[in-house]
């Protein structure tokens, strides 16, 4: 078997020569993290909001300076900043107008009558630009808590109804966005390795004539196959671990694992990156032509992306899109990854993922072995 | 002592094509033996059986005393191959090229060192050695690709086209350092080749192979010889009226002639005697002798006997087809 480690040798010392290529794994993964992760993580702050004030009551200007004061985030955690500007506006059809030309995201309207009604019917109505969901549902939660902090202010005790309070209790430390979606990065950038260190290096060896070079030399096939798995496995760690580092470093990623949990955070790395490098270089050495090979891979590395979690819940997916989750071994990974990193689990806790992902990385190795010996 | 090559009855089958159709060669050990054809005749399908890519569909052979199908493992480890196309790792140095073929081959850590200096010194690379390959001509990676397919002592070395692509004074370099290595090292080699010069100051025999059998084998004195069986008259001739043409393929002296637009190729037994009387029997037919030259056969005339073709238009067509997978390698 010492032929596998001179055919893992000759691959690594080429990659090392040029690891910008590989490099390439990391980038397009690391962009996606930062870009989107910032984008899609951070809270509404300066949404322009409307007020129309008819009512110059106790309740009515109360219900203002809370709203004027509020300083919550709608996200929280992240420095609190307001989440809306508010700007007086003193007629309802002008403020409608503004709305509707995008100028505010909200109008708040206390009608005439609103202080003389009493606390139990008065009513705020909040008009929203529904277009943008996001800031919508940011400045209604808001709108909602205000008038629940003014509605305890003037209900003297006792209550006339009992009223049902919500204890909010986050049992791990705050989790940003970007942190969520950080596990998806690394196996994408798995991924990226088995694509282009996997396959295509494959692609080209075989182009060459460097594979059927392999077969006049004393080495067995075994050796010649697990000396390329391994070899990729390698470049597809390298990748992880470069992942890894950039998402602490630049996108805040605090991973909340000891020693243990490090080391299973990378055993899930390698169940993973030993699967996709099998997988795509079984794909490689079987593609009808390398073009068709090149055209697919992304494809498929999109598809498996997407449906596995890494930057919305599953929870969240159509039926058709959970049922794609449910067979794609980088959303178990996933899974095993953020229960590694986020809550500091232990082997237990994985036990689930790494069952799958061994099966899936079983059958990708017999795959792969099974396309060499007949592309060989 | 055994030959060092024996194929008997050797065939291979692609479905319907039959690429190699019974073939028994023998090779002497230390001879330099040359394998041409046109292109698709079979020569490299060959060459694939014999250093075990490809197993036979019929018959075998015995490379070293090892049999291809029973023994490939010994095969493996008693030949060298090189391949038409380059197989060198541009990232790497030729030093590491050669050392990481030395592990493939299982060649011990002690000599390794000794032997990789003492071969890439013989080829003129050993100044080379801690570059990479990449910053080499195309003549320097041929020459590093033959020393390291001899880096575990091989009995037999393969060589496919080893010249195809490389300029005229690459190409002489390499044949240089081809004969010197076979002078210094106990070594047999079989090489498939287009260009016909090198086949004949190389080699010491030759088999012209086509439609996947050998249809000539020899010297290529004796190939020479052979097929022509005399000199060679061309003869530019214009106007060339047809009775001047049946004339001259009817004569007594004419042995075989073949024409192209306004030259004729007269295959003649004595080309001194040959030439005033084709010049007065094309005269007495209407005809007009422009320009006429006598000339000793070559073996591009053997080539043209055996096979109906010329190898000059062949390596056109190779070196278009080289070109192109070239291309689609890049892409």
Known sequence: MKGALWVCERDIRKFL????????????PFLTLILLGFAFGGAVTHAPVAVVRESYGPISTNFVDIITNQQNCVYGGVDCANAYNLIDVSDLGAAQSMLKAGAVKAVVYIPIGFD??????????????NTDPISAAAISGLMTQAASEITAHVQITPPPDPLVTVNLDNIYREVL???????????????????IGGGISLLFDKQRGIIEGYLVTPLKRIEIVVGVLLAGVTKAMFSATTMLILAIVFAGV????????????FFTLFLTSMGLISMMSAYAVRAPAPEVYQFTAFPINLILYFTSGAVYPIQGFPPWMRTIASINPEAYAIHALRDLMYKGAGPLAVIGDFAFLALFTGIMIILATLAFKRAL | ???????????????????????NLSIESREIFGLIGPNGAGKTTLVRMLTTVLPPTDGTAR?????????????????????QASTVDVELTAWENMNIYAKYYGVPTETRKERIKELLEIVGLADRAGFTVGSYSGGMKRRLELVRSLIHEPKVLFLDE????????ARNAVLEYLRELHKRQDITIVLTTHYLEEAESLCDRLAVVDYGKVVALGTSTELKRNATGGDIVEAEVSPLPNEALEALKTSKFALEVKKRENMLTVLVKSGAEAVPRIVELV??????????TLRAPTLDDVFLHFTGRSIREDTYVTNKRFVSSWGAMRR
């Open chain 1, 17 to 28: 020569r040029q690891p910008a290529t590989m490099l390439g794994a990391v980038v397009g």
């Open chain 1, 116 to 129: 003389q009604s009493g606390a139990n019917s008065s009513v705020v109505s909040v008009y929203l630009d």
């Open chain 1, 177 to 195: 966005y970007i942190e969520f979606m950080a596990p998806g990065s690394l196996i994408q950038s798995i991924m990226f390795a088995s694509i």
């Open chain 1, 254 to 265: 605090r991973p909340m694992a000891d020693i243990v949990g490090f080391v299973l955070i």
């Open chain 2, 1 to 23: 002592m055994e030959s060092a090559v024996v194929t008997q009855d050797i065939t291979k089958q692609f479905g319907e094509l039959t690429a190699v159709d019974k073939i």
């Open chain 2, 63 to 83: 490379i070293a005393g090892f049999d291809i199908r029973h023994d490939p493992d010994h095969v493996r480890r008693s030949i060298g191959v090189v391949s």
């Open chain 2, 162 to 169: 080893p010249t195809t692509g490389l300029d005229p004074q």
């Open chain 2, 283 to 292: 005269d007495s037919k209407g005809g007009k002798v422009r320009s006429i």
